[in-house]
């Protein structure tokens, strides 16, 4: 079946399977041509840029670690069929900052020591990301509920909640981010406004779901 997204702000369409699931597509996105053929008939040709930031840890809906934002909000791409991406707006990791331009959730991981293997730390920011974009000022309390459900094994939390601290001080201070940011960050906050909050717990098993 054919379906057409916006992947960190550029335009894709392709050919998925009617099984196939989300995570299983984007990190399968970079191998991908154009007109969806294998990109070994034509090495150098490639649709769209990688996103394995998109990890797969359990599969199941319990690691976090295939964290994506559709349409602004956090959702587990392994809970997801492709189908589901379509006509959607959608953020990894990678469309939250670079290397070059890290987002601030990013930069203050690397400067709170929030990242060792780096599995989980895309999930992480992504979750992170949901959670300031709704929640500017997050006790740590909060941010605890709001990673609840993705998994560190390294690391520990408590770098983790002191980075996502420290991002939401700096981003409160440059108020100008807030209105530099991508869509999708302003459609979070907005969209958050108007919906109900689910208990985190429910919240947690929810995402994956449309
Ligand atoms: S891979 Fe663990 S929640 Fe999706
Ligand atoms: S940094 Fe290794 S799993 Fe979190």
Redesign the pocket.
Known sequence: MNISFVLNGQAVALDAAPDQRA?DLLRGLGALRPDGADANDAPGVCAVKDVKDV?????????????ILVDGVHK????LLAAQLHGREITTASGLGSKAAPHPIQQAFAEHGAVQCGFCSP?MSIAAAALLAENPQPTRDEVRRALS?N?CRCTGYVMIVDAVQAAADAMRCDSSMLHDAPPTLRDTAQASRKAPQAAPNKARKKA?RP
């Open positions: 995570v990890k797969e840890g359990c599969g199941t809906g319990e690691c976090g670690a295939c964290s587990l791409s392994c809970l999930g459900g998994l994956g």
